[in-house]
């Protein structure tokens, strides 16, 4: 077995993956916000 070499890791896969998570969370953050506005302005 290779020793670990601090750094080395390809985490390519897991940064993409990251960067969706993130994406999909800030557009359903903005859409949440969006929706409460709109009920808050047509006094739902």
Do not use: P, Y
């Not at 993130?22 to 047509?42: E, M, Q």
């Amino acid at each position: 077995m290779a020793e670990h070499e601090h750094g080395k890791m390809d985490i390519s896969e897991q940064e993409k993956t990251f960067n969706g998570f993130v994406r999909w969370s800030t557009w359903g953050a903005v859409i949440s916000i969006g929706v409460l506005i709109f009920l808050a302005l047509a006094n739902s």
